[in-house]
């Protein structure tokens, strides 16, 4: 008898096996479901513009480095919002805790969370709780779902993404998942290795109120890295992007960490960082923007979309060579968020 197919951690990973999870299982019976390639949906009520999206996460350890699982899951919500143009107001929560769960853990998250919603200038206007039996949550699961309304200038679709635009990004790439890499297998480095966890919903407002239609597309790199992210993009547009590698901002200790265990610091997540493509005429404006605003003042010019011809990620080497980046099947660090 031929074996069922099942479902493994790599079709949450955020890279090939879960694209192909949403278009075969979702898309087919759910009329909408083709929007969650998006970072979230976008939907219009009495004539105005909404941007929604849900979220769940998982993240082990539940403490890491720069974060923990409520802030992390406030700014990844916040975060969705802000790639649809929207400005981040009202977040759901849900909690799924384990029996046996430390109350001051929990105390500790929620503090957290309230601390977050605070910084990014949203409000917590409903929940849930459900308590299950110990081993069935591995401690805590966190559900959010965002709204925020998408002002009249901003229209970002990656459908935009043409020959001539300008990649952005406004810091250090992979900081996220070596850092909860680092925490999860309690490796040893010189230099601790914090998450860059953060709201970037500053970042893409000022980008959007200073260059309005100018800017066509906005990501965050999260599950998958760079090269999930760009190959989805990439796709979308029918384009060919490049990134030139010498471009790249990436902290020394975590290429450090990169190159001793074999990763790619393309596939590697992070949570506080934006990809922006723009009109190419305006990225030195884009750039100043970026670096005005707090968490962007390592922001960088990384690339180019160069053709239409054919969509593809591909790296320029310092050495002038190039080689194509692929999407990952899965993810190198499962549960990271």
Known sequence: MKNP??????????????????????????????????????ITINGTKIAFSTDSFTV???????GDIGSLAIHGTVNDIAMMGGIPQYISLALVIEEGFSADDLDRIVQSIAEAADRCGVVVVTGDTKVVEHGAADGLFVNTSGLGEIPVRANVEP??????????????????????????????????????????????????????????????????????????IAAQAGVTVEIDQAALPILPQVAGVCEIL????LQVASEGKVLAFVDGSTADEALTVM????????????????????????????????????MPPGEILPRIC
């Open 159 to 232: 459908k935009r993404v043409a020959v001539g635009d300008a990649l952005l990004i406004n810091g250090t790439i992979a900081d996220h998942g070596i850092a909860v890499m680092c925490a999860r297998e309690k490796l040893d480095v010189s230099t601790e290795i914090l998450s860059d966890s953060a709201p970037v919903s500053e970042i893409t407002s000022k980008l959007i109120a200073e260059l309005g239609e100018k800017v066509h597309a906005l990501r965050d790199p999260t599950r998958g890295g760079l090269a999930s992210t760009l190959n989805e």
């Open 60 to 66: 082990s350890p539940l403490f890491f480095p720069g």
């Open 5 to 42: 197919k099942l479902i493994t951690l790599s079709h949450g990973a955020g890279g090939l096996l879960s694209q192909q999870l949403i278009t075969q299982q979702f898309a087919p019976l759910l009329e909408h479901a083709g929007q969650a390639l998006n970072d979230a949906a976008v």
């Open 291 to 326: 670096k005005s605003c707090d968490g962007g003042q390592q922001a960088a010019i990384i690339g180019q979309v160069t053709s239409a011809n054919w969509p593809q990620v591909c790296l320029r080497t310092p050495l002038g060579t190039t080689r194509v980046v692929e």
């Open 262 to 265: 074999g990763l790619d610091p």
